[in-house]
């Protein structure tokens, strides 16, 4: 029958009472009338009269037509048309589920395009809506394969998804004849799906197996052999064209022959495998086409569930995508290994490290029990190609285990000590000793850990666990432990300290495992040396000798000799008898029980000293040494760990030698650092001191004496001694003296030392101490004469002096020094303040007697009236005013006498314009007489008060 299987033919009547038509010529040229029934029977051609029954062979279709050609109809919207699907093999039913094939969506039973047998496709799981099928020829499509054929075509279709990424398992059977022995599933596609320019061809996994359908033929049922092959597709992965869409496109087919590219991946390490365990794969890639491939990009898919990459050992040539993450990324692997020849092979080698047994996973075939490496080519010119090995990974066998601490050993003792913290990060190496010849042999890691914290949350625990027992093994610290940066940086085995960490011996331990033992026993001590040390000076520039009452300054250094940054470094300071902490200090230094303490801010670093002042106030303690003594108090890691210093004692006990502090009782030796503090008769380095002296202080005596008797004349002269005597315990080197006076009563003539200055009213003499100093109980005196000028009855005292009526002279020392020690180191000190007085009584017998005076500040001035008994010998007058330091005339012209040579008396106003009286200020009445001399008298003055004037009635 035209269309059909050869061996077949289709039947066909309208009522069960007429007879068949077994001659009709395909059901494609059948026209029937809308709305009757048909009964429809397969039957094969060598039979031109069926049984009347229509026996088994007979299929029934009972529908309403309304179509006007039934032959071209597609009842399950797949692609094929009823037709097609009805007259397949086995009935209709080519997957033989007992359905027919036209009625199941997700079934499609179609020719081959170049009628050389049937295919089928059923899909089951979330994807399983067949649209679209057919069948193309490889030349039809204008897809050539290289060297394969397709025998039966390929089958394209559309699976549809009800969500994007879900999947669909298809299965395909081929009706054919065809010799299959050396097939290959095949597909061309975006090898990125959804990415047309990487379209290529290319191997994709496939069960291909033979099975039996039972077939009726000639009244029989056989059992026919199919080909079936069954393959898994996911939307958006490779197999699916279009990319994550909810749609799976699927062009592909079954070819024979060779690819251009054979792919080849084999496991060359020789098994069982157990966790732990290197393994080795080699990928062999050879071409097998006529032309050179020039670009070979190359995909190692791997579980990394089982396994992990060994970055180490790596891969060669190496990966341009190195991340352990279940797969290997070569790009090109004729950039490293040249251009491919035809006929010519390459190979990859790609290391691996068993992780865990694979009893839970699935092998390259879906069986459980290994895990599976997939080698992918991913088109170029040789297009695409795989290639898979499955790997069993065993669980260890045994339960014995090996592990313990590696620890922070404070005091160096080898004892794990309360509180001495395990050190986690410390890289730790299992070797199996297998010729137990005590050494480390290559090949012969069999683990590696990192200490961390322990289930209680110790840190520096570490464990291989399930190690196979009845063997002999190595533990190890790695060397790159002690590597700058590495967790044991700078650390010392304890029972070993003078060897280096990297060549010493403790940093193996050898151990022969039973079956089953546990040993949590192999643990580490390591040492870290913590050392302090402090030298106490004097301050830069500060003096060794000092006054009661004075300051002085100390410098404390702080060396780390150690090889671990110490922290929170406190510092400890035992004042001596009397002093205290200054006022002046801004150290950060605080008072606590007596002595002062300070900590740090920020770190001491091995080989850079950290140096802090502190400054005390001597009390006003009696003369001698003192020795002021600082202490580390504490001090910690970078961490907060409280670690020991190797040979000192920090505390805050000055002294405290039976403490085990043999070098600070009695053999505290100034500023040594190098010695033992731990041993009898050494010092201890983190515990020094320092000296000050507190220095006689200087005394002198002051005198001034009125050498003139009293009292003396207006014009006299009249001579003062001043003396000056050591009265102390150290030379004076600096004496300067200051002689006051007032020029209103006594002028400057002379002194047996003469003044360095004189200027009004003030004399000074920089030093008179002689050129070696003033020695302790030596005296140095200057004889001063003074011409006398004016009255002194109205003086008032002047402090120091307390003589009224008399004319004050007054002498200071100020900023006098002592020398200490003459040439020595101690520096001079600054003496006290000395002042003495003198005073001399002058009178005036020649004075004009005046009947009254008087000095008031008025508006415009000050004020000042006289009026005189006699004028027999005057000429005039001038006034002058004295304000303690100068004297000055305020008259510019003379003040004619009103009755001059007369014997009668005269009144007198003069007013000193715009002038202030002051508290102090002193007017003098100079009169002229007729023969040139004159004369001054101290006028009396009121400020801002009235005065009152006798009435004088004549």
Same mark, same amino acid.
């Not at 009213?761 to 004016?790: D, H, Q, R, Y």
């Given at each position: 029958?035209?269309?059909?299987?050869?061996?077949?033919?289709?039947?066909?009547?309208?009522?069960?009472?007429?007879?068949?038509?077994?001659?009709?010529?395909?059901?494609?040229?059948?026209?029937?009338?809308?709305?009757?029934?048909?009964?429809?029977?397969?039957?094969? $051609?060598?039979?031109?009269?069926?049984?009347?029954?229509?026996?088994?062979?007979?299929?029934?279709?009972?529908?309403?037509?309304?179509?006007?050609?039934?032959?071209?109809?597609?009842?399950?919207?797949?692609?094929?048309?009823?037709?097609?699907?009805?007259?397949?093999?086995?009935?209709?039913?080519?997957?033989?589920?007992?359905?027919?094939?036209?009625?199941?969506?997700?079934?499609?039973?179609?020719?081959?395009?170049?009628?050389?047998?049937?295919?089928?496709?059923?899909?089951?799981?979330?994807?399983?809506?067949?649209?679209? /099928?057919?069948?193309?020829?490889?030349?039809?499509?204008?897809?050539?394969?290289?060297?394969?054929?397709?025998?039966?075509?390929?089958?394209?279709?559309?699976?549809?998804?009800?969500?994007?990424?879900?999947?669909?398992?298809?299965?395909?059977?081929?009706?054919?004849?065809?010799?299959?022995?050396?097939?290959?599933?095949?597909?061309?596609?975006?090898?990125?799906?959804?990415?047309?320019?990487?379209?290529?061809?290319?191997?994709?996994?496939?069960?291909?197996?033979?099975?039996?359908?039972?077939?009726?033929?000639?009244?029989?049922?056989?059992?026919?052999?199919?080909?079936?092959?069954?393959?898994?597709?996911?939307?958006?992965?490779?197999?699916?064209?279009?990319?994550?869409?909810?749609?799976?496109?699927?062009?592909?087919?079954?070819?024979?022959?060779?690819?251009?590219?054979?792919?080849?991946?084999?496991?060359?390490?020789?098994?069982?495998?157990?966790?732990?365990?290197?393994? %080795?794969?080699?990928?062999?890639?050879?071409?097998?086409?006529?032309?050179?491939?020039?670009?070979?990009?190359?995909?190692?898919?791997?579980?990394?569930?089982?396994? *992990?990459?060994?970055?180490?050992?790596?891969?060669?040539?190496?990966?341009?995508?190195?991340?352990?993450?279940?797969?290997?990324?070569?790009?090109?692997?004729?950039?490293?290994?040249?251009?491919?020849?035809?006929?010519?092979?390459?190979?990859?080698?790609?290391?691996?490290?068993?992780?865990?047994?694979?009893?839970?996973?699935?092998?390259?075939?879906?069986?459980?029990?290994?895990?599976?490496?997939?080698?992918?080519?991913?088109?170029?010119?040789?297009?695409?190609?795989?290639?898979?090995?499955?790997?069993?990974?065993?669980?260890?066998?045994?339960?014995?285990?090996?592990?313990?601490?590696?620890?922070?050993?404070?005091?160096?003792?080898?004892?794990?000590?309360?509180? $001495?913290?395990?050190?986690?990060?410390?890289?730790?190496?299992?070797?199996?000793?297998?010729?137990?010849?005590?050494?480390?042999?290559?090949?012969?890691?069999?683990?590696?850990?990192?200490?961390?914290?322990?289930?209680?949350?110790?840190?520096?625990?570490?464990?291989?666990?399930?190690?196979?027992?009845?063997?002999?093994?190595?533990?190890?610290?790695?060397?790159?432990?002690?590597?700058?940066?590495?967790?044991?940086?700078?650390?010392?085995?304890?029972?070993?300290?003078?060897?280096?960490?990297?060549?010493?011996?403790?940093?193996?331990?050898?151990?022969?495992?039973?079956?089953?033992?546990?040993?949590?026993?192999?643990?580490?001590?390591?040492?870290?040396?913590?050392?302090?040390?402090?030298?106490?000076?004097?301050?830069?520039?500060?003096?060794?000798?000092?006054?009661?009452?004075?300051?002085?300054?100390?410098?404390?250094? =702080?060396?780390?000799?150690?090889?671990?940054?110490?922290?929170?470094?406190?510092?400890?300071?035992?004042?001596?008898?009397?002093?205290?902490?200054?006022?002046?200090?801004?150290?950060?230094?605080?008072?606590?029980?007596?002595?002062?303490?300070?900590?740090?801010?920020?770190?001491?670093?091995?080989?850079?000293?950290?140096?802090?002042?502190?400054?005390?106030?001597?009390?006003?303690?009696?003369?001698?040494?003192?020795?002021?003594?600082?202490?580390?108090?504490?001090?910690?890691?970078?961490?907060?760990?409280?670690?020991?210093?190797?040979?000192?004692?920090?505390?805050?006990?000055?002294?405290?030698?039976?403490?085990?502090?043999?070098?600070?009782?009695?053999?505290?030796?100034?500023?040594?650092?190098?010695?033992?503090?731990?041993?009898?008769?050494?010092?201890?380095?983190?515990?020094?001191?320092?000296?000050?002296?507190?220095?006689?202080?200087?005394?002198?005596?002051?005198?001034?004496?009125? $050498? *003139?008797?009293?009292?003396?004349?207006?014009?006299?002269?009249?001579?003062?001694?001043?003396?000056?005597?050591?009265?102390?315990?150290?030379?004076?080197?600096?004496?300067?003296?200051?002689?006051?006076?007032?020029?209103?009563?006594?002028?400057?003539?002379?002194?047996?030392?003469?003044?360095?200055?004189?200027?009004?009213?003030?004399?000074?003499?920089?030093?008179?101490?002689?050129?070696?100093?003033?020695?302790?109980?030596?005296?140095?005196?200057?004889?001063?004469?003074?011409?006398? $000028?004016?009255?002194?009855?109205?003086?008032?005292?002047?402090?120091?002096?307390?003589?009224?009526?008399?004319?004050?002279? =007054?002498?200071?020392?100020?900023?006098?020094?002592?020398?200490?020690?003459?040439?020595?180191? /101690?520096?001079?000190?600054? %003496?006290?303040?000395?002042?003495?007085?003198?005073?001399?009584? =002058?009178?005036?017998?020649?004075?004009?007697?005046?009947?009254?005076?008087?000095?008031?500040?008025?508006?415009?001035?000050?004020?000042?009236?006289?009026?005189?008994?006699?004028?027999?010998?005057?000429?005039?007058?001038? =006034?002058?005013?004295?304000?303690?330091?100068?004297?000055?005339?305020?008259?510019?012209?003379?003040?004619?006498?009103?009755?001059?040579?007369?014997?009668?008396?005269?009144?007198?106003?003069?007013?000193?314009?715009?002038?202030?009286?002051?508290?102090?200020?002193?007017?003098?009445?100079?009169?002229?007489?007729?023969?040139?001399?004159?004369?001054?008298?101290?006028?009396?003055?009121?400020?801002?008060?009235?005065?009152?004037?006798?009435?004088?009635?004549?």
């Amino acid at each position: 029958c035209m269309g059909l299987v050869p061996t077949t033919c289709l039947a066909v009547r309208d009522s069960l009472d007429e007879p068949w038509q077994p001659t009709f010529q395909g059901i494609r040229g059948f026209q029937h009338a809308p709305g009757f029934e048909y009964e429809l029977m397969v039957l094969d $051609e060598a039979i031109p009269n069926p049984p009347a029954d229509g026996s088994s062979r007979r299929r029934t279709l009972l529908e309403i037509v309304s179509e006007s050609n039934f032959g071209i109809q597609d009842a399950d919207d797949d692609g094929a048309s009823n037709a097609d699907e009805i007259t397949g093999p086995n009935g209709g039913d080519a997957n033989a589920d007992g359905t027919p094939d036209y009625e199941q969506p997700n079934v499609g039973s179609i020719m081959a395009a170049h009628g050389q047998g049937h295919i089928a496709i059923a899909a089951t799981g979330d994807c399983v809506d067949v649209k679209e /099928l057919t069948a193309t020829s490889e030349q039809g499509s204008g897809l050539i394969d290289g060297n394969f054929d397709f025998p039966l075509d390929m089958v394209t279709y559309t699976l549809e998804c009800s969500e994007p990424g879900q999947s669909a398992t298809v299965a395909y059977y081929w009706y054919t004849d065809a010799d299959l022995s050396q097939v290959h599933f095949r597909k061309f596609g975006p090898t990125t799906p959804g990415n047309p320019a990487t379209a290529a061809w290319y191997d994709f996994p496939a069960t291909l197996e033979t099975i039996e359908i039972p077939v009726t033929e000639n009244g029989f049922t056989v059992m026919k052999p199919v080909l079936k092959g069954t393959v898994m597709l996911t939307d958006g992965q490779l197999g699916d064209d279009t990319g994550l869409d909810a749609m799976i496109v699927d062009p592909s087919g079954l070819a024979a022959g060779s690819p251009d590219v054979q792919l080849e991946k084999r496991l060359t390490s020789t098994g069982p495998f157990q966790p732990g365990m290197p393994l %080795v794969y080699t990928i062999v890639i050879t071409n097998t086409s006529n032309q050179v491939l020039t670009t070979l990009p190359l995909t190692d898919t791997y579980d990394a569930a089982y396994l *992990s990459f060994d970055s180490v050992a790596s891969a060669n040539p190496a990966p341009d995508d190195k991340s352990d993450d279940g797969q290997l990324n070569w790009r090109d692997l004729t950039t490293t290994l040249g251009d491919l020849a035809p006929g010519s092979s390459m190979q990859v080698v790609v290391h691996f490290t068993a992780l865990q047994e694979t009893s839970s996973a699935l092998d390259c075939n879906g069986a459980a029990g290994a895990a599976c490496n997939t080698a992918t080519l991913n088109g170029g010119i040789a297009g695409m190609a795989q290639s898979h090995v499955s790997v069993q990974i065993d669980p260890i066998p045994g339960k014995s285990s090996i592990g313990d601490f590696v620890w922070h050993d404070w005091n160096g003792d080898g004892v794990q000590d309360a509180g $001495e913290p395990g050190i986690n990060g410390v890289l730790i190496n299992l070797y199996h000793d297998a010729n137990n010849n005590n050494q480390i042999d290559s090949g012969e890691l069999a683990a590696s850990t990192t200490t961390m914290d322990d289930t209680g949350g110790a840190p520096g625990f570490y464990q291989f666990p399930a190690v196979v027992g009845d063997q002999q093994y190595i533990v190890e610290i790695d060397p790159s432990n002690f590597s700058a940066g590495g967790a044991l940086e700078n650390y010392l085995f304890s029972n070993d300290k003078t060897t280096p960490p990297i060549s010493n011996g403790e940093r193996t331990q050898i151990l022969s495992l039973g079956n089953p033992e546990n040993r949590t026993d192999i643990d580490f001590a390591l040492y870290c040396p913590f050392d302090l040390a402090l030298v106490k000076t004097l301050g830069a520039g500060q003096a060794a000798g000092i006054a009661a009452g004075a300051d002085v300054t100390f410098t404390l250094a =702080i060396i780390n000799q150690g090889v671990v940054t110490a922290a929170n470094v406190t510092l400890v300071d035992y004042l001596p008898t009397g002093f205290t902490l200054s006022s002046n200090d801004t150290n950060g230094w605080s008072s606590s029980g007596g002595n002062v303490t300070l900590t740090l801010p920020g770190v001491v670093a091995p080989n850079a000293p950290q140096l802090v002042n502190i400054v005390l106030t001597a009390g006003q303690n009696p003369t001698g040494v003192y020795t002021n003594t600082a202490e580390i108090a504490a001090a910690t890691d970078e961490n907060g760990n409280p670690l020991p210093d190797r040979d000192s004692t920090p505390d805050m006990l000055n002294g405290n030698g039976t403490n085990g502090n043999a070098g600070e009782a009695g053999a505290l030796k100034d500023d040594q650092i190098n010695e033992d503090g731990t041993q009898p008769g050494q010092d201890e380095d983190d515990h020094d001191q320092a000296i000050v002296t507190i220095l006689p202080p200087p005394a002198l005596e002051l005198t001034k004496t009125l $050498e *003139s008797p009293e009292p003396v004349r207006t014009g006299d002269q009249v001579s003062f001694t001043v003396r000056i005597t050591n009265t102390g315990s150290v030379t004076i080197t600096v004496l300067p003296l200051e002689d006051d006076y007032s020029n209103t009563h006594l002028s400057y003539v002379s002194a047996t030392i003469a003044p360095t200055s004189v200027q009004p009213s003030t004399l000074s003499w920089n030093n008179l101490a002689p050129a070696n100093g003033l020695a302790p109980g030596a005296s140095v005196s200057v004889v001063i004469v003074f011409k006398t $000028e004016a009255d002194s009855a109205l003086v008032s005292p002047t402090p120091p002096c307390t003589q009224p009526g008399e004319a004050p002279n =007054i002498v200071h020392i100020h900023n006098a020094q002592a020398d200490m020690d003459g040439a020595g180191p /101690l520096p001079v000190m600054n %003496v006290p303040t000395y002042d003495a007085c003198a005073t001399v009584e =002058i009178t005036d017998p020649t004075a004009v007697q005046l009947a009254n005076q008087q000095v008031i500040q008025v508006s415009d001035g000050v004020l000042i009236r006289w009026s005189t008994v006699t004028e027999n010998d005057i000429v005039g007058f001038h =006034i002058w005013r004295n304000n303690g330091s100068q004297v000055e005339q305020r008259s510019h012209e003379m003040i004619p006498a009103k009755i001059s040579g007369q014997s009668g008396g005269a009144s007198y106003e003069w007013v000193d314009a715009d002038a202030t009286l002051h508290a102090g200020d002193i007017y003098l009445l100079e009169v002229v007489h007729t023969d040139g001399t004159a004369d001054r008298t101290p006028l009396h003055s009121a400020m801002n008060m009235p005065v009152y004037l006798p009435f004088i009635v004549q």
